[in-house]
């Protein structure tokens, strides 16, 4: 039997070699033509492989450049089967959502409630009474009113009364939160240069020996009550200086927490052109600087 030129079939070792030679053909023509054939060849040696397209191979080289044709081969895990691990398994966390893979991720949060904010509060006080009017006119009479809230005041349905009905006066409008409310009896020259917020008819007017006087709102409830039906706690009906509230907080029928205006904090004029001897739309001359 005649062989290649370089074998000497003579020899055992090369009817080995050539024995071989034609076995390696055989096994990479069969692995080409039936790539399944390579992937259990792998998973023998204990290698996953995923599948291998028909054709889909690549060309390496070896140190001669020798072109061969070899199989592109996806690993994708160690078969643990035949070598298991002692490493322990890892399972994924369940999903919070049915049908879903996705893992949910549960993030700490406090269940502890915030603090409810307290709402903007409305206080309003009967701040300041001209109850002796002013020098141009004992009958220019004015009230002031303060919101010493932390929010604005809507006075609609609110009412401001004597106890003996008169002064019965409709208040109307909005107090901004520390803004004052100035009410001129009649018309708005009872401080020439001072708009009034509301002007009013005061019926027979403040008595000069003094009124009991109810500040309530659109429910009826009295906000404020200034009872000095036995007297006005301060002012002056000679020199016409006003009454002043001290502390809008503080109880309006408490008679320490009322004084004549100073004569050295005054704003505005009357419709004569003479100093208002109070305070309409401003702090009170008795006050501190966080009060009325």
């Given at each position: 039997?005649?062989?290649?030129?370089?074998?000497?079939?003579?020899?055992?070792?090369?009817?080995?070699?050539?024995?071989?030679?034609?076995?390696?053909?055989?096994?990479?023509?069969?692995?080409?033509?039936?790539?399944?054939?390579?992937?259990?060849?792998?998973?023998?040696?204990?290698?996953?492989?995923?599948?291998?397209?028909?054709?889909?191979?690549?060309?390496?080289?070896?140190?001669?450049?020798?072109?061969?044709?070899?199989?592109?081969?996806?690993?994708?895990?160690?078969?643990?089967?035949?070598?298991?691990?002692?490493?322990?398994?890892?399972s994924p966390k369940p999903s919070a959502v049915s049908g879903s893979?996705?893992?949910?991720?549960?993030?700490?949060?406090?269940?502890?409630?915030?603090?409810?904010?307290?709402?903007?509060?409305?206080?309003?006080?009967?701040?300041?009474?001209a109850w002796m009017g002013t020098q141009d006119s004992a009958g220019?009479?004015?009230?002031?009113?303060?919101?010493?809230?932390?929010?604005?005041?809507?006075?609609?349905?609110?009412?401001?009364?004597?106890?003996?009905?008169?002064?019965?006066?409709?208040?109307?409008?909005?107090?901004?939160?520390?803004?004052?409310?100035?009410?001129?009896?009649?018309?708005?020259?009872?401080?020439?240069?001072?708009?009034?917020?509301?002007?009013?008819?005061?019926?027979?007017?403040?008595?000069?020996?003094?009124?009991?006087?109810?500040?309530?709102?659109?429910?009826?409830?009295?906000?404020?009550?200034?009872?000095?039906?036995?007297?006005?706690?301060?002012?002056?009906?000679?020199?016409?200086?006003?009454?002043?509230?001290?502390?809008?907080?503080?109880?309006?029928?408490?008679?320490?927490?009322?004084?004549?205006?100073?004569?050295?904090?005054?704003?505005?004029?009357?419709?004569?052109?003479?100093?208002?001897?109070?305070?309409?739309?401003?702090?009170?001359?008795?006050?501190?600087?966080?009060?009325?």
């Amino acid at each position: 039997m005649a062989g290649p030129r370089f074998l000497n079939m003579t020899r055992p070792s090369h009817w080995l070699i050539l024995g071989g030679t034609l076995l390696g053909v055989f096994l990479i023509t069969s692995i080409l033509s039936h790539p399944g054939l390579a992937q259990r060849y792998l998973a023998y040696l204990g290698i996953s492989v995923g599948p291998v397209a028909k054709g889909d191979m690549s060309v390496i080289g070896d140190n001669n450049n020798t072109a061969q044709l070899s199989p592109k081969v996806l690993v994708t895990e160690k078969v643990t089967d035949k070598y298991p691990s002692t490493s322990p398994k890892l399972s994924p966390k369940p999903s919070a959502v049915s049908g879903s893979s996705i893992p949910m991720v549960s993030v700490g949060v406090s269940s502890t409630p915030l603090p409810s904010r307290s709402p903007a509060s409305t206080e309003v006080a009967i701040n300041e009474i001209a109850w002796m009017g002013t020098q141009d006119s004992a009958g220019d009479e004015w009230i002031e009113l303060y919101n010493y809230g932390t929010g604005p005041a809507t006075l609609e349905g609110w009412h401001l009364t004597a106890a003996d009905g008169s002064p019965g006066i409709a208040l109307h409008g909005t107090i901004p939160a520390g803004g004052y409310y100035l009410i001129e009896r009649t018309d708005d020259h009872t401080i020439a240069d001072i708009p009034a917020a509301l002007t009013a008819s005061f019926g027979h007017g403040l008595a000069n020996d003094g009124e009991k006087l109810v500040l309530s709102d659109n429910t009826g409830t009295a906000r404020d009550i200034v009872d000095a039906s036995a007297g006005w706690f301060a002012g002056d009906n000679t020199d016409k200086t006003s009454m002043e509230r001290i502390d809008p907080a503080t109880s309006g029928s408490q008679p320490g927490n009322w004084a004549g205006n100073n004569l050295t904090l005054r704003v505005g004029h009357d419709n004569g052109g003479n100093l208002i001897n109070g305070t309409p739309g401003a702090r009170n001359s008795v006050s501190g600087p966080d009060q009325g």
